[in-house]
């Protein structure tokens, strides 16, 4: 069945610290990714996307991902923190054939000033 | 150009009543996606319509549904309101053809079932 994990459901970094979120997925075909930020009580946010092509992609709030299909996995990075990142951060895999998305449970990020 | 614009943004209603969300996608965009989010389940799929027609559907109970109008604007109803039916109701936009694109959310609708 299609899954998407992500394995940390609590994040704490210090401001300008890196941050590394991860996120790995169950999926039969090339899969459709994605990562969303939601801030409390708001909406989801796109950060970045992967289709095809070149494995590492560059998102909005200078936030990268790197798919990693051996692995099954598409971990989400920043080399620089800040205090506004702070929020929860969701990986989904887009089903192939229709619009609907499977997310992952969420990581939530706390950024020490 | 406009977001996805989700109304209203918070509702309190009493179990057994229900309760009617709207969804206005971004222009040109024709799909439109409903998703419940709860700290229990996290963000779960609703369903999804598209010119009107429902293409695709979750697994939820069939008090859970929704409809499309001809300019896309979409809304979902919940009829005979349960406590566990308070979440986050967020409405996704989508072109809707060709492979799957990204979708943009609304805010959401703050529902809490009292």
């Known amino acids: 069945a299609q899954s998407v994990t992500q394995p940390d459901i609590h994040i704490t970094v210090s401001e300008g610290a890196s941050l590394e979120l991860r996120c790995n997925y169950s999926?039969?075909?090339?899969?459709?990714l994605f990562w969303y930020v939601q801030s409390p009580g708001q909406g989801l946010q796109l950060l970045l996307k992967?289709?095809?092509?070149?494995?590492l992609v560059q998102g909005i709030k200078g936030f990268e991902a790197e798919f990693k299909r051996s692995q099954s996995s598409f971990n989400l990075r920043k080399p620089s923190v800040h205090w506004s990142d702070a929020a929860e951060y969701f990986c989904?895999?887009?089903?192939?054939?229709?619009?609907?998305?499977?997310f992952g449970t969420g990581t939530r990020l706390k950024v020490l000033a | 150009k406009a977001g996805v614009t989700q109304t209203p943004r918070y509702l309190i209603k009493t179990r057994g009543q229900q309760v009617t969300l709207s969804c206005s996608p971004i222009?040109?965009?024709?799909?439109v996606s409903w998703y419940q989010q709860t700290p229990g389940q996290g963000l779960q799929f609703l369903f999804e319509y598209f010119s009107e027609t429902q293409r695709n559907k979750g697994n939820f109970p069939g008090r859970f549904s929704g409809r499309q109008f001809s300019n896309s604007r979409s809304e979902m109803n919940v009829s005979t309101l349960e406590l566990g039916d308070s979440a986050l109701y967020l409405c996704a936009s989508q072109l809707g053809t060709g492979e799957n694109t990204e979708a943009f959310f609304g805010q959401g609708t703050r529902l809490t079932v009292v």
């Open positions: 989904a895999v887009g089903v192939s054939g229709t619009y609907k998305y499977i």
């Open positions: 222009s040109g965009h024709r799909s």
């Open positions: 992967y289709f095809s092509g070149d494995t």
């Open positions: 999926y039969g075909a090339t899969p459709y």
